[in-house]
């Protein structure tokens, strides 16, 4: 199965970096149809980058997946918003935007067998490190070429 992988190369809280990979999410979109976004968690997913750029965006969009975790557009085409831990639940997408995740995380998407494309925000190089070395169809979207943020 031909497999699309994307990473956005954003050292820590980099709204263009995050702003990258949802639009590289919605331009695959149009081909996959549906896709799930993973966040860290969604307990404070509204006051996150990621609703930063929905809000500015789009704000009804924003609005609408975090008040009921799912997005419909006008042509059928739909987004879900989950937590890294209720991932499981999300096994058969098509397509990832894996948010500022671990390299947990990204080997969970790995693992499932339906997907055919993934965009991964990172927050720390280390997350995407083995990533990149175990497969070499990896577009680089978005390097802010930043040091990682101090944990």
């Known amino acids: 199965m031909n497999r699309d992988r994307y990473l956005a190369k954003s050292a820590g809280d980099n709204i263009d970096g995050t702003r990258a990979g949802l639009a590289k999410f919605l331009q695959l979109l149009d081909q996959h149809r549906?896709?799930?976004?993973?966040?860290?968690?969604?307990?404070?997913?509204?006051?996150?980058?990621?609703?930063?750029?929905?809000?500015?965006?789009?704000?009804?969009?924003?609005?609408?997946?975090?008040?009921?975790?799912?997005?419909?557009?006008?042509?059928?085409?739909?987004?879900?918003?989950?937590?890294?831990?209720?991932?499981?639940?999300?096994r058969r997408s098509p397509l990832y935007l894996v948010l500022w995740g671990s390299h947990y995380t990204i080997d969970d998407v790995e693992a499932f067998d339906r997907w055919g494309a993934v965009v991964f925000v990172a927050w720390q190089s280390i997350d995407y490190q083995a990533w990149l070395q175990n497969h070499d169809n990896v577009s680089v979207i978005y390097d802010d070429r930043k040091p990682d943020p101090s944990i």
């Not at 976004?37 to 997913?45: A, N, T």
């Not at 009804?60 to 989950?82: M, P, W």
Request: charged share 25%; aromatic share 8%.
């Open 34 to 90: 549906e896709g799930v976004i993973v966040v860290p968690s969604m307990d404070q997913v509204k006051d996150t980058l990621l609703a930063d750029v929905l809000n500015a965006a789009n704000p009804a969009l924003a609005d609408t997946l975090f008040r009921k975790r799912e997005y419909v557009f006008s042509d059928g085409s739909r987004i879900q918003v989950c937590s890294q831990q209720t991932l499981k639940n999300f």
